[in-house]
């Protein structure tokens, strides 16, 4: 079995990588051969580096063709790789840097999910599961990139889900709770970081911080087969994926662990 793990340099990509290995070959994607040759040192003898921009959709072709070439068809696609972008009032922001944040959140995992869908389809095997957010499923101020990109991304992963429920195909959208990494000492601890997002904060002080091991083994789990009746939904580490299952069908008939607008 081949997994890539796409932002597999650093942080939770390298924690991904590790904890996938343990059973299957995996191909980490990043900008950096440097950070990424560090993620391949770490491993078990089974991650493989991969140089590719997630946004640039040659870049991709490239590096998913070596892949393939090199460790087989893809059977598992984690698209991770994400940035935080501007913190701080929309009207402060500029437009640029604030759609760069939807460039790499969301079309990312769209450019590396259009490239590895055709051999799961033709397989009729493959799971993709897109790094998500907390932030997708809540309303958070002077964050409104990340925020959006991630509720897209959600919402992306519910119709792509749909779309190839019955051709064998799962897809998740998995939040990894709050870990702490460069993206989220950025968030903590930036001048801007500190200004408008003094919440985030609390979440070390209080403890309820996450150790990467936590998200990694959500992760090997959704991978592992084992829950693909969730396919489509939301999830996060501190749901019971097995209580999940034995209520896939009042799940999707309710519509839970899905994004959705309450009304009167």
């Not at 059973?23 to 493989?48: F, K, N, P, W």
């Not at 904060?201 to 998200?215: M, S």
């Not at 789990?221 to 996060?236: F, H, I, M, P, W």
């Amino acid at each position: 079995m081949t997994a890539v793990v796409t932002g597999g340099g650093r942080g939770l990509g390298r924690a991904f990588a590790r904890a996938l290995a343990a059973d299957r070959t995996v191909a980490v994607v990043a900008r950096s051969q440097a950070e990424l040759e560090e993620t391949v040192a770490s491993g078990s003898g089974r991650i493989r580096a991969f140089v590719a921009d997630v946004t640039d959709a040659a870049a991709v072709d490239a590096a998913f063709s070596a892949i393939e070439t090199a460790l087989g068809p893809i059977d598992l696609l984690v698209n991770n790789a994400g940035i935080v972008g501007p913190l701080g009032p929309f009207a402060d922001a500029g437009v640029a840097g604030w759609w760069r944040t939807l460039e790499v959140d969301l079309l990312g995992p769209a450019i590396c999910a259009h490239r590895a869908l055709p051999s799961m389809l033709a397989r009729r095997q493959g799971r993709i599961v897109n790094v998500a957010s907390g932030g997708g499923a809540t309303m958070f101020p002077y964050f409104s990139a990340y925020v959006t990109a991630k509720t897209a991304l959600i919402r992306f992963s519910e119709c792509l889900a749909h779309e190839v429920r019955d051709r064998g195909i799962a897809v998740f959208a998995m939040g990894p709770g709050t870990v702490r990494t460069a993206m989220s000492e950025h968030s903590l601890n930036s001048p801007e970081g500190r200004r408008w997002l003094p919440w985030f904060a609390d979440i070390f002080a209080e403890g309820r911080d996450l150790p990467p091991e936590r998200p990694a083994a959500l992760l090997c789990a959704l991978a592992s087969g084992r829950y693909d009746a969730l396919s489509g939904r939301y999830v996060n580490p501190a749901d019971d994926l097995d209580r999940l299952l034995g209520e896939a069908a009042e799940i999707a008939r309710r519509r839970l662990y899905t994004l959705q607008v309450e009304r009167l």
